[in-house]
Nanobody, 123 residues
Framework: VRLVESGGGMVQAGDSLRLSCAAS????????MGWFRQAPGQEREFVAR????????YYTDSVKGRFTISRDNANNTVYLQMNRLKPEDTAVYYC?????????????????WGQGTQVTVSS
């Protein structure tokens, strides 16, 4: 599976961005998809995931109520709508995929990764 993210950019606090992750392959609907982020000098951090079974969705606490993950299986794309952005959301955002039906929040559960897209939020 090849993953390509897009939609990052530089915005001000309170603004919105929508990240997209386009996946190759014909079995996209059997992959659980996740979004992670990594700020300079920090470890890669789980943001959100949507499982392929029943579309169960999970968010890290810091983005609940502001971010929304969704997927379009017909177009092999997963999205991350980010509203009310804060400077602490600044990071490189990565899309990830796994065949695990119920992956954890650990990056090690994900087998495929995109190249990342930079999100910078200024105060």
């Amino acid at each position: 599976v090849r993953l390509v993210e897009s939609g990052g950019g530089m915005v001000q606090a309170g603004d919105s961005l929508r990240l997209s992750c386009a996946a190759s392959g014909r079995t996209f609907n059997t992959y659980s998809m996740g979004w992670f982020r990594q700020a300079p000098g920090q470890e890669r951090e789980f943001v959100a995931r949507i499982n392929w079974i029943a579309g169960m969705i999970y968010y890290t606490d810091s983005v609940k109520g502001r971010f929304t993950i969704s997927r379009d299986n017909a177009n092999n794309t997963v999205y991350l709508q980010m509203n009310r952005l804060k400077p602490e959301d600044t990071a490189v955002y990565y899309c990830a995929a796994t065949l695990r039906a119920l992956p954890s929040s650990s990056p090690s559960d994900y087998y495929y990764w995109g190249q990342g897209t930079q999100v910078t939020v200024s105060s």
